[in-house]
Nanobody, 129 residues
Framework: QLRLVESGGGFVQTGGSLRLSCTVS????????LGWFRQVPGKEREGISC????????YYSDSVKGRFTTARDSAKNTMFLQLNDLKPEDTGVYYC??????????????????????WGQGTQVTVSS
């Protein structure tokens, strides 16, 4: 069974940092595009970062570029999202996801949420002033 388990969310002050983990089971993460999304009530999920399956190239949305970093650890079948210089606007539920779409496997930039097949349960990130 394909499954993603996310952990690492919590409460942090403005300017603080968190490290989210997403452990993959049931498939090799190198064969899939991997994405990070976040969502607040009443809004659609926002794609913030992804890793292309083919060569591991990364992409970041303008809202997080320069502050967040994502990486995959093939030996541990895990991907990470390092969140630095957090702001209140970063508050939301964070999800990891995997996509089998061929175009995202080669280049995950611009991938939409409906192109991802397997999702983690989501973890809450709250940034206080």
């Amino acid at each position: 069974q394909l499954r993603l388990v996310e952990s690492g969310g919590g409460f942090v002050q403005t300017g603080g940092s968190l490290r989210l983990s997403c452990t993959v089971s049931g498939f090799n993460l190198n064969f899939y595009a991997l994405g990070w999304f976040r969502q607040v009530p009443g809004k659609e999920r926002e794609g913030i970062s992804c890793i292309s399956g083919n060569d591991g190239s990364t992409y970041y949305s303008d809202s997080v570029k320069g502050r967040f970093t994502t990486a995959r650890d093939s030996a541990k079948n895990t991907m990470f999202l390092q969140l630095n210089d957090l702001k209140p606007e970063d508050t939301g539920v964070y999800y990891c996801a995997a996509s089998a779409a061929d175009d995202l496997y080669n280049n995950c930039s611009g991938g939409q949420s409906d192109e991802y097949d397997v999702w983690g349960q989501g973890t809450q990130v709250t940034v206080s002033s």
